[in-house]
């Protein structure tokens, strides 16, 4: 438990506690039980006008403190690491000036409105119409890097990002035009 010392965080702690039973949180009443909190008491708090509940917690006796669960800390910091990969991934690709299909079809929809923003941010233009292809030689060899990579970057954005750096004179939009060219 982290003891909380300063009146404002325990307002703001008992704030969200009265807020919480007021929905009748099931959860948060168990929990407001198990430290002694009963229904008496609860009412005496719920009573009291912000300016007293205030006062009452700049009373330093008052002991007020927060449990933060560790499994889901873990899975919390887990979920953001995977977000701001996924971020850097995004930027990555729209450097490259990936084409508005692949970011979906990489990152879904949302992603259009980010390159957008970005490339705007930037002063870049937005990159539209069919790419150029390469000759039937060097497209035979990107098929080939493509397959080749598969075992390396199990994900879509890190293949066509590490395809680019293989053949940088391409764009992300050449090379997923390429890659795709016998889809369907």
């Known amino acids: 438990m982290i003891s909380l010392d300063e009146p404002h965080l325990r307002f703001q702690a008992l704030s969200i506690l009265l807020a919480r039973l007021e929905q009748d949180d099931l959860d948060a009443a168990r929990d407001a039980q198990l430290v002694g909190l009963d229904e008496p ?3 005496r708090l719920r009573s009291l006008p912000a300016a ?3 006062r009452l917690s700049a009373i330093k006796h008052l002991k007020v403190s927060i449990v933060v669960d560790g499994s889901s800390l873990e899975y919390a910091l887990c979920t953001l690491e995977r977000l701001n990969r996924e971020r ?3 930027e990555r690709c ?3 000036q990936a084409p508005r299909a692949l970011l979906t079809e990489l990152f879904g929809p949302q992603a259009v409105a980010f390159a ?3 490339r705007m941010r930037l002063g870049e233009p937005s990159f539209r119409g069919r790419p150029s292809l390469p000759d039937p030689d060097t497209r035979d060899r990107i098929h080939a890097s493509w397959h ?3 075992h390396r970057f199990p994900q879509l954005a890190e293949r066509y990002l590490a395809l680019a750096e293989d053949y940088p004179g391409l764009s992300l939009a ?3 035009a390429v890659v795709n060219e016998f889809a369907d």
Do not use: I, M, N
């Open 41 to 43: 008491l609860f009412q």
């Open 52 to 54: 007293e509940l205030a």
């Open 88 to 90: 850097r991934l995004l």
């Open 94 to 96: 729209v450097d490259q």
């Open 116 to 118: 957008s923003l970005y």
């Open 148 to 150: 080749a990579l598969e």
């Open 174 to 176: 050449s090379l997923h």
